[in-house]
């Protein structure tokens, strides 16, 4: 364990972050590390509990408490607070593929299951996790791995995402030779074009995905499964093929005005404004999308966050942000105790942003959009929205967000955001494979499983378990992996 009385001594402490005002100049990563004299201390806090939940990754009243990868967190935090560095980095790669991506985007699981979090403040576990794997590229401890048997078996990887990418690299280290099919220009699905570059750099990425080329790993980009190339052209060619086209279906606003210029899907503007800059080799900043707009953005998540941030960035005269579901509240209620997930309110680097630059904070709570207004052009110009409250459907019994009457109000927006989830697979893949899907079409396989309906085609990631976290993802890529191997060699070592 850390220290044992490290809890108590020593105080949580982050990554220093730029000032919003300073960091919305640019898009690049605005936390500078810690020292590693003071991450060792952070390390000394963790506690090595009796049962650390912060490494179960089980479900709780319907979310996940603990890392789902299961990382050996009480051990990396000691070999932190010891100075031990490469251990560090060598316990930590037995359950992880990708620390570089979940130490920056990953909500920290890990840390709201933490035991401190019953009289104190957890500790930053993801903070150490960064620490542990930059140390190890900076140290060139992060090396090929290079299978020194090639198996004869060949598997498709159709998308790379972090599922995708944690699949092949699994197979590719068994001795498999693995192709990475990608339709995008760029390989690394949503930790590309997905997630801004402030909040992760797309050289991490490209570090990455080099690594896993010198390995073996083969990427093929613009091309479309299903368009450009059949199910039936890579089941002749590859011995298994794995589906992780991540749940690319975004969930539309079907109101009146929808078809109006100006209305995007939050995963198209977020992927067109990286996709410029790194065109442009970061010299173009595509102000156009929203310089001097009204900018509306529909859904609270993560997702919505980043377009909050993003039109920040790009020069917006305001933002607004529609979020369906009441203002969390600021504590733990009763019902929500330790280790579930926290239902609290968090406010994340771009509403904090707003409020830095326009002075409040940009959420508007239970309301929604009824309609889009258009100019003469043929441009969205004002949004129609109404308040909601919570009533029970005679009919089910469920809770439902009911407008309010007489609460309806026009509001400029001259940008549109649409970050209201996904609602599953892509239609065009799913039927190119054939593949059986659930009632949310999610690719359907059997419990705890990776097999699809179709022999020898498996899923994994958001396409299996529906729009998730990057942890999950990997998590999922893993297990895939672990399945397809097997199918292949009659048991895994993976």
Partial sequence: ????????????????????????????????????????????????????????????????????????????????????????????????????????????????????????????????????????????????????????????????????????????????SVTVYERSDRPGGLLRYGIPNMKLEKSVVDRRIHLMEEEGVKFVLNTNVGKDITAEELLKKYDRVILACGASNPRDIKVPGREAKGIYFAVDFLGKVTKTLLDSNFEKTPYELAKDKHVLVIGGGDTGNDCVGTSIRLGAKSVTQLEMMPKPPVERAANNPWPEWPRILKTDYGQEEAIAVFGHDPRVYQTTVTEFIADKKGNV?????????????????????????????????????????????QKYVTDAFKVALTGRTNVETKPEAYETSVPRVFTAGD?????????????????????????LMGYTNL
């Avoid at 909601?388 to 509001?411: A, F, H, N, W, Y």
């Avoid at 396409?463 to 199918?487: C, F, K, N, T, Y």
Wanted: net charge positive; aromatic share 6%.
């Fill in 1 to 176: 364990m850390g220290k044992p009385t490290g809890f108590l001594e020593y105080k949580r402490e982050t990554a220093r972050v730029l000032p919003p005002k300073v960091r919305i100049a640019n898009f690049n990563e605005f936390r500078t590390p810690l020292s590693k004299e003071k991450q060792k201390t952070q390390g000394a806090r963790c506690m090595a509990c009796g049962v650390p939940f912060c490494q179960s990754g089980m479900m709780l009243n319907g979310m996940a408490s603990g890392c789902p990868l299961h990382n050996l967190v009480p051990e990396t935090n000691d070999l932190v607070y010891t100075g031990n560095w490469k251990q560090a980095y060598l316990r930590l790669s037995k359950t992880h593929s990708f620390p570089e991506f979940t130490s920056r985007v990953c909500p920290a699981l890990c840390e709201a299951a933490c035991t401190c979090n019953l009289d104190s403040e957890p500790v930053s576990t993801k903070e150490n996790e960064r620490a542990i794997i930059e140390t190890a590229w900076q140290e060139g401890w992060v090396k090929p791995q290079i299978p020194r048997v090639r198996t004869g078996k060949t598997i498709a990887v159709v998308g790379s995402g972090p599922s995708g990418l944690a699949a092949a690299q699994q197979l590719n280290r068994r001795g498999h």
């Fill in 381 to 425: 110009c004002k949004a129609k929205i109404v308040k909601l409250k919570s009533q029970k459907d005679e009919k089910t019994g469920r809770m439902m967000m009911v407008p309010v009457e007489g609460t309806e109000e026009v509001i400029p927006a001259d940008v549109v955001l649409i970050a209201a989830g996904f609602l599953g697979s």
């Fill in 463 to 487: 396409m299996h378990r529906g729009q998730s976290l990057v942890v999950w993802a990997i998590r999922e890529g893993r297990e895939a992996a672990r399945a397809v191997d097997e199918s």
